[in-house]
């Protein structure tokens, strides 16, 4: 436990929802980390229907002694209202995000604080996520797939990362002033059952378009649970038709739909083109999630088109 008025080193932020059992597993990891005296933990609950206060609140009296927890509800309900409570509660110059079902490795601490003090040109970084499938894993699940099932591992090298990719949510870390400008816009991300998404990628969009580093660390390890009811056809073509709507809600103006319509366009005839050759049953699906996503965006762009109309 730090002395009174220490500032943390890193705020480590939790959002949870309705999954007291996973949660309870994910701050019991909390306790052999190294380094955790440097840390404070801030559990937000966003608005759970389950026993998820009991379960922090007996975590919180059990390690009185041991580590600094605070638990906050959030009413708001979506995942970028949640994570925008934490930053604003946090005290901290560094912010960690760690997914309620995610476990992470025991140097995860060590390697997000010694990165930022030693690399200052570093404004965010993320790392390896290896999945805990509660079943066995589909043959379908290609490696196309392990993105959307927050599935990465870039190897065990310390590189930017590269292209469009970015840290994901289950393990991400910035510094504090990233949101100096703006914190994650509310119309995007994760709310209740929801599968929307694009918060992380519309904030790590603006630290890449002003040429911040964004570095990848193979030792900021976590594993990452992948319940059973996710390892369905049906729910992963879900999760590209909402990704679709995601990226359409990202667009803005006429030039941005025009663009939007532009790319749709052509991942259509690189859609139809694929399916004559695909043979695997992984391809296949990969194509119908991926007309999903094309089904979203446009369902989006036209109802935001009407809207406007009707306006």
């Known amino acids: 436990m730090r002395e009174n008025g220490l500032v943390p080193k890193v705020s480590i932020i939790i959002c949870t929802y309705n999954r007291a059992g996973l949660l309870s597993k994910t701050l019991q990891s909390l306790v052999p980390l190294e ?16 026993h998820t206060e009991a379960v922090v609140k007996e975590f919180i009296h059990r390690y009185v002694d041991d580590m600094d927890v605070r638990y906050i509800m959030e009413p708001v309900q979506g995942l970028s209202a949640a994570r925008n409570t934490g930053i604003l509660a946090s005290k901290s110059p560094l912010i960690a995000f760690l997914d309620d079902d995610a476990i992470p490795c025991r140097t ?3 390697t997000i604080v010694s990165t930022f003090e030693s690399r200052q040109d570093v404004m965010a970084m993320g790392g390896k996520i290896a999945p805990i499938f509660e079943s066995r894993r589909p043959d379908w699940l290609i490696k196309p797939f392990e993105l959307p ?4 591992d870039l190897g065990n090298r310390i590189r930017e990362y590269p292209g469009r990719l970015h840290p994901c949510g289950a393990n991400m870390a910035m ?13 995007l991300g994760r709310k209740g059952e929801s599968l929307l998404s694009g918060e992380e990628a519309w904030l790590f969009g ?5 040429g911040h580093s964004i570095l990848y ?12 009811s996710r390892l369905t056809e049906a729910w992963i073509m879900k999760r590209y038709y909402s990704q679709g709507i995601s ?11 025009l663009l939007l319509l532009g790319k749709t366009a052509a991942k259509i005839v690189y859609i139809l083109a694929d399916s004559v050759i695909s043979r695997s049953q992984g391809r296949k699906l990969l194509n119908k999630c991926r007309l999903e996503s094309i089904r979203g965006t446009l369902y989006m762009i036209w109802n935001r088109k009407r809207e406007s109309a009707a306006g």
């Not at 099932?149 to 990465?152: A, E, F, L, P, Q």
């Open 217 to 228: 660390h193979p030792l900021m390890a976590v594993d990452h649970f992948v319940p059973s």
């Open 206 to 210: 603006q630290l890449q378009k002003e």
């Open 175 to 187: 510094r504090k002033v990233v949101f100096d400008i703006s914190l994650f816009p509310l119309e």
């Open 35 to 50: 380094s955790l005296e440097q840390a404070e933990i801030i559990v937000v609950d966003n608005r759970s229907t389950d």
């Open 149 to 152: 099932y927050t599935i990465v």
């Open 108 to 110: 995860w601490i060590t």
């Open 247 to 257: 990226n359409a809600m990202k667009r803005e103006g006429l030039k941005g739909n």
